[in-house]
Every structure is written in structure tokens, then in C-alpha cells.
């Protein structure tokens, strides 16, 4: 289910971007933006590329403006995806960093934030972080889910979906084409649980969080859909 389009445009990582700063929860290096005085949480799993992308921590930096305590965890234990190495290509990758162990992960950094006081929590995936996002949306250790143009997901994880739900997709788009995204939706519209489902046209996979900075177009493209998150966290993360 992986293929080029997962690891297309590749950001230039850097460990001191961004306003916040990186400390341990869990054991796990994260990038924190927002005071945890909020008791509003929001979890955002990375991309392949992890969490030292600069448009991951802009992204982190915005939603912590907005009123939330943010966390950006390194699941990848220091070796993200580096695109066209030989020894290490993404199918040799992804055995050592399946979406699996990021949702085991995941609980663990859930459990330090709730040990912490934090009640309140909500979580955002992107392409590989939005199958654990979705995996913790079926068992309910969130408040409310979004899931940017995802991969490895699943009809049957969007039947299984228990908290408020929204997936934001990408015209073009391999992983998760169209009727994929629709058909997520038809089973959404059926469910008891409240969704919002949105495909961004003329934009591809990886949009959000892998734009040009210098084209405004894409720019813009993303600001919406991270617009749309924030509308969705502002909504249920209370």
C-alpha cells in the first residue's frame, strides 16, 4: 500500500525549528508546543519524515496559538525515512516502523499526558501517523480524530471508528484515492458517529505537511485543511 507518492517531496529535517522545544514524554523525544496548562491536547503523528519536518512543527506551532497543549513524538526512534538509500529502502523501513508499533507507542505517550493531569485529548495523523491515529479512534483513547491524506487505512478500521471523526484527502492520491475517501464517508454517513469528510482538489498526497513554501497555492491549500483541523479540535476537544 506504500509507494512513491508516500515518500514525494521530502522536507529537509531540522531538529531546532519551530517555537517549542523537544523534551521526553514516555521516553520518546517530542516536539512540544502550547502550555500544558490547557488541559487541550492535541497529538500529531508524523509522516514518514517524522517529527523534525519544519512544516510538522509550523503546523504543532499554529495549533498551540490556537489554544492547545501540542506533542510531536519521534515514533521512529531517530531514523526517519531518508528517500533513495539503498541499504535501508521504504518496504526494509516500514518493517521496523509499521503503523503497529506507532499505535503501541501512541498509548504510551497517552497514558504519560493523562499521569500529567491532560483529559482532554485529540490526535491528527499524516499518511503513516493516520493509521495509528485511526487505530486509537477505534478504541476510543481520544476525543476526536483527523486523518490527513492517510495510508494503510482500511474500510474496516472506518467501520470500526468510535469517536468524531474527519479525513481530509487529496484529489490525486494512490494511497487513499477518491473513491477510497468516498467510500469512507458512505460508511460514516450510516454510523452514529459524527464525521466530516473533504477531498482538496488538484492537490496530491502529502499536501499538508510537505507544501512549497514558496508557492502560494500550495500554501493556501494547506492552510485550509489545517483550518479545517483546528474547526474539527476546536468542536470536540473540550
Same mark, same amino acid.
Given at each position: 500500500?506504500?509507494?512513491?507518492?508516500?515518500?514525494?517531496?521530502?522536507?529537509?529535517?531540522?531538529?531546532?525549528?519551530?517555537?517549542? $522545544?523537544?523534551? %521526553?514524554?514516555?521516553?520518546?523525544?517530542?516536539?512540544?508546543?502550547?502550555?500544558?496548562?490547557?488541559?487541550?491536547?492535541?497529538?500529531?503523528?508524523?509522516?514518514?519524515?517524522?517529527?523534525?519536518? &519544519?512544516? =510538522?512543527?509550523?503546523?504543532?506551532?499554529?495549533?498551540?496559538? *490556537?489554544? #492547545?497543549?501540542?506533542?510531536? &513524538?519521534?515514533? #521512529?526512534?531517530?531514523?526517519?525515512?531518508?528517500?533513495?538509500?539503498?541499504?535501508?529502502?521504504?518496504?526494509?523501513?516500514?518493517?521496523? $516502523?509499521?503503523?503497529?508499533?506507532? #499505535?503501541?507507542?501512541?498509548?504510551?505517550?497517552?497514558?504519560?499526558?493523562?499521569?500529567?493531569?491532560?483529559?482532554?485529548?485529540? *490526535?491528527?495523523?499524516?499518511?503513516?501517523?493516520?493509521?495509528?491515529?485511526?487505530?486509537?479512534?477505534?478504541?476510543?483513547?481520544? =476525543?476526536?480524530?483527523?486523518? =490527513? /491524506?492517510?495510508?494503510?487505512?482500511?474500510?474496516?478500521?472506518?467501520?470500526?471508528? %468510535?469517536?468524531?471523526?474527519?479525513?481530509?484527502?487529496?484529489?490525486?492520491?494512490?494511497?487513499?484515492?477518491?473513491?477510497?475517501?468516498?467510500?469512507?464517508?458512505?460508511? =460514516?454517513?450510516?454510523?452514529?458517529?459524527?464525521?466530516?469528510?473533504?477531498?482538496?482538489?488538484?492537490?496530491? /498526497?502529502?499536501?499538508?505537511?510537505?507544501?512549497?513554501?514558496?508557492?502560494?497555492?500550495?500554501?493556501?491549500?494547506? /492552510?485550509?485543511? /489545517?483550518?479545517?483541523?483546528?474547526?474539527?479540535?476546536? %468542536?470536540?476537544?473540550?
Amino acid at each position: 500500500m506504500s509507494g512513491p507518492q508516500c515518500c514525494s517531496n521530502p522536507p529537509t529535517l531540522d531538529s531546532a525549528s519551530g517555537a517549542g $522545544h523537544v523534551e %521526553k514524554i514516555a521516553g520518546f523525544n517530542t516536539y512540544v508546543s502550547g502550555s500544558i496548562q490547557s488541559n487541550l491536547t492535541i497529538l500529531l503523528v508524523s509522516d514518514v519524515y517524522g517529527y523534525e519536518a &519544519p512544516n =510538522l512543527r509550523k503546523l504543532a506551532d499554529k495549533v498551540a496559538a *490556537a489554544g #492547545f497543549y501540542v506533542v510531536a &513524538p519521534d515514533f #521512529f526512534y531517530g531514523e526517519p525515512l531518508v528517500r533513495d538509500k539503498p541499504d535501508r529502502p521504504l518496504p526494509a523501513w516500514i518493517k521496523d $516502523h509499521g503503523p503497529d508499533k506507532g #499505535f503501541e507507542d501512541a498509548t504510551l505517550i497517552i497514558d504519560a499526558l493523562k499521569s500529567k493531569g491532560v483529559s482532554s485529548i485529540g *490526535a491528527a495523523g499524516f499518511c503513516w501517523g493516520a493509521k495509528v491515529v485511526v487505530e486509537l479512534a477505534k478504541v476510543a483513547l481520544i =476525543l476526536a480524530a483527523v486523518m =490527513l /491524506h492517510p495510508s494503510f487505512v482500511t474500510v474496516d478500521d472506518i467501520k470500526s471508528v %468510535k469517536v468524531p471523526i474527519a479525513i481530509l484527502g487529496a484529489e490525486i492520491d494512490n494511497l487513499s484515492p477518491p473513491e477510497l475517501v468516498k467510500q469512507f464517508d458512505e460508511i =460514516l454517513k450510516v454510523s452514529e458517529v459524527d464525521s466530516f469528510v473533504k477531498i482538496f482538489p488538484k492537490c496530491a /498526497h502529502g499536501w499538508t505537511v510537505r507544501y512549497d513554501v514558496n508557492d502560494t497555492t500550495a500554501v493556501s491549500c494547506a /492552510h485550509e485543511a /489545517h483550518q479545517d483541523m483546528l474547526e474539527w479540535f476546536a %468542536k470536540y476537544v473540550k
